[in-house]
């Protein structure tokens, strides 16, 4: 033995060194398909027939057995082509029993064309005595300086500079509160937007003890709110703009700019108005209806679905504006100029949905825009809830003429209606005879039954009536 030499377990340390890493696998060459896998497959076939042949050749007794896998193979494949023929056929039969369209998203085209007023009043701003007075005044701390005009006033107004000269005189101009509602309403600058709907909001604001932080002499009224609105190509004022529904507005929403940009402080102006009804009543009860009906009306455009948290916030407002004298009767007014507005599809379930108020007078609302609704639907003169109850009881959902949309739209509204309020939980047969009709809505639907609409009145059915039970 040489003394130079490695060790045995030297030697195969250095032919299986386990700190060495594995050699990798060989990579495939080629990924099979699933077409090799079928070319495999028939090739398979090929060579048993054959197999299968040259056995038969020799065994006279099974020399037909070739022919006889090939009529079974032919034999399948027509089976195969009835099967399908029969399938067709059925999915035909079934287009037949509603070959209605799919119903359109909810959505109405709520503003059109949008123009500037041709004529904004001029304020003469620049010459007001706020300005006058703390620019004589040296111990302010800085130098207004006047001559500027108004572009020096716009900066004053983003800057906070001018609500601060406000508080600190206690009392705001007519020609500065007209300036900055006009900015607010018709400005493009959205900062300067920003800035006015701030001041405004501000100088409406009442202090712990519902007294007001500064005097005003201007207020904005209705007709001033209804000009500006109407400026920004309000649709929804006529009664005969059920045409413009979600079916045209998608198609329209590519013409116009969508929303008015000045839609924000035109809410949240409304909305700090309502509140100042505590010292003084802006609006009249029929303006504030017609407030009420612009505002739900907004929930409708597509395009200000991001608003919904200010949208509610004004609706509340303007709910709770009224006098408990005048609610109602104004509440039920409102409820009918919209249900003349809006047709019986899934728009009317949208604007009812978003009455999302917990108080009794958005419970109030929402029933009574429901009862509106299938009021109109069912050409009735007079709002009887017992007869709308029996007239959507009566329909037949075996019926193949049924329409199963529009009964999706009487259940919802039925349920809105009934329970919004607590007017007919203790009436045991109203209760009685609506609970079940939904049962049989959710028994007499089958899960076979392809009629449109059909899956989603069994469902509902089957919620509402839970709901009922719980309720109960």
Same mark, same amino acid.
């Given at each position: ?28 060459? /080629? ?5 090799? +896998? ?5 090739? @398979? ?20 057995? !070739? &022919? ?20 067709? *056929? ?18 109405? /085209? ?10 904004? *009043? ?9 300005? /006058? ?35 600190? !005189? ?9 300036? @900055? ?13 920003? !800035? ?48 413009? %529904? ?7 929403? +590519? ?69 408990? *004298? ?22 009317? +379930? ?5 009455? %999302?108020? @917990?108080? &009794? ?59 919004? @309020? ?51």
């Amino acid at each position: 033995m040489v003394m130079d030499e490695p060790l045995d377990f030297e030697k195969e340390g250095e032919e299986e060194d386990p700190l060495l890493a594995a050699p990798r696998p060989a990579k495939r060459k /080629k990924v099979i398909g699933l077409d090799d +896998l079928l070319l495999d497959y028939y090739e @398979t076939n090929k060579d048993e027939r054959k197999r299968n042949k040259a056995e038969n050749s020799k065994h006279g007794s099974r020399g037909d057995n !070739s &022919d006889n896998l090939d009529e079974m193979f032919r034999a399948n494949s027509e089976k195969e082509i009835k099967i399908c023929k029969i399938v067709e *056929s059925l999915e035909e039969e079934a287009k037949k029993v509603d070959a209605r369209e799919d119903v359109p998203l909810w959505g109405k /085209k709520i503003f059109g064309c949008q123009k500037r007023p041709s004529i904004l *009043s001029d304020t003469c701003v620049e010459n007001c005595q706020l300005l /006058k007075s703390f620019s004589a005044d040296e111990h302010l701390g800085f130098d207004l300086d006047i001559d500027k005009g108004e572009g020096f006033l716009e900066g004053m107004l983003m800057d906070g500079w001018l609500l601060k000269l406000v508080h600190l !005189s206690g009392s705001v101009e007519d020609s500065v509160a007209s300036w @900055t509602l006009t900015k607010m309403l018709y400005s493009s600058n959205k900062k300067l937007q920003v !800035s006015a709907t701030d001041f405004w909001e501000s100088v409406l604001s009442l202090d712990e003890g519902d007294k007001v932080l500064v005097k005003l002499g201007y207020l904005p009224t209705f007709s001033v709110l209804k000009r500006a609105i109407l400026s920004y190509g309000y649709l929804f004022d006529a009664p005969g703009t059920k045409a413009s %529904t979600s079916a045209s507005s998608a198609a329209d929403s +590519l013409e116009d700019d969508g929303p008015p940009e000045n839609i924000i402080a035109w809410v949240r102006v409304v909305s700090a108005c309502c509140k100042f009804r505590k010292v003084r009543s802006i609006f009249s009860p029929s303006e504030a209806e017609h407030l009420l009906v612009i505002v739900i009306s907004l929930f409708l455009d597509r395009g200000l679905e991001g608003l919904l948290l200010v949208l509610g916030d004004c609706l509340n407002s303007l709910i709770l504006y009224f006098n408990v *004298s005048e609610w109602e009767n104004s509440c039920v007014r409102a409820a009918e100029s919209v249900a003349q507005r809006v047709s019986l599809d899934l728009n009317c +379930l949208r604007i009812v949905d978003c009455i %999302t108020g @917990t108080n &009794d007078r958005s419970k109030f609302l929402r029933s009574q825009l429901a009862l509106q609704l299938l009021k109109i639907s069912f050409g009735l003169k007079v709002a009887n809830v017992e007869r709308i109850l029996k007239l959507v009881t009566t329909i037949n959902v075996k019926e193949k003429e049924c329409d199963l949309f529009k009964l999706y739209v009487y259940l919802v509204l039925m349920d809105k209606l009934l329970f919004s @309020t607590d007017a007919f939980r203790d009436k045991t047969m109203v209760v009685h005879s609506w609970r079940n009709y939904l049962r049989n809505c959710s028994t007499q639907i089958g899960c076979s039954d392809w009629r449109f609409y059909a899956p989603k009145v069994r469902n509902k059915a089957s919620y509402l009536l839970q709901g009922v039970i719980l309720k109960r």
